[in-house]
């Protein structure tokens, strides 16, 4: 399998914030937030992999700053590493100033998706090979956090997590 680049999965959503999407504060619901996001995720997974798949899990959610009503939200995501049939994706929230245009950093969060056959077997995906910096150190991090959501999911044992053994022995 070819190779690719984090940027061939990149995933930009553009949307605004409805009046049925807020909260009794007049700010955006988490829950509308994790779905768009889930969806963003979903596209970048299929491009890298170009199969069907599915969120696995969600490793990390940081609702940093409210969304408020009319706010024009912008959600990118893109696969920051590839393993053997997972791919982690990292997920960037920006929200836009409704006088100056100027965008600000709203939330993150990480998803794992799995790529999977028709009958729902997890299958093979290709290798990832970051480019920026950003996506370097991403990409570094990103078996640490495999190595926590499965030990979290009851998937792995605390024993074999050798990435966050180092952690705390390096
Ligand atoms: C996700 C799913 C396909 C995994 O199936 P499984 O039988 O556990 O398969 P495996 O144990 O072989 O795991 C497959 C991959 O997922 C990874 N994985 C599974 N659970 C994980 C978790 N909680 N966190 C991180 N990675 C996970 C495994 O490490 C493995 O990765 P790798 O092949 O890249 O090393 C299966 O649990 C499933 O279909 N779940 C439902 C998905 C769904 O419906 N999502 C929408 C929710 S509404």
């Known amino acids: 399998m070819r190779t ?3 940027r061939e999965s990149r995933t930009v959503m553009t949307d605004m914030v409805l009046p049925s999407e807020t909260n009794p504060l007049n700010n955006l619901f ?3 937030l994790l779905a768009r996001m889930d969806r963003a995720a979903s ?3 299929r491009r890298h992999s170009r199969r069907i798949t599915v969120t696995a899990s969600v490793n990390h959610v940081a609702f940093n700053r409210s969304v408020p009503l009319g706010s024009v ?3 990118e995501a893109a696969v920051s590493r590839a393993f ?3 791919m982690e994706i990292f997920i960037d929230v920006w929200m836009e100033d409704r006088f100056t245009g100027e965008r600000a950093k709203a939330n993150e969060a990480i998803y794992t998706f799995v790529a999977v056959d028709d009958t729902g077997i997890p299958t093979e995906v290709p290798p990832i090979q970051p480019e920026t910096d ?3 150190e991403r990409f570094d991090a990103a078996l640490r956090r495999k190595q926590l959501s499965l030990v ?3 998937k792995m044992k605390p024993s074999d997590a050798t990435e966050l053994k180092a952690l705390f022995t390096s």
């Open 73 to 75: 939200v912008t959600v």
């Open 30 to 32: 988490g829950g509308e």
């Open 134 to 136: 950003l996506e370097k």
């Open 43 to 45: 596209i970048a997974a």
């Open 4 to 6: 690719k680049t984090p």
């Open 152 to 154: 979290l999911a009851g």
């Open 84 to 86: 053997k049939t997972s």
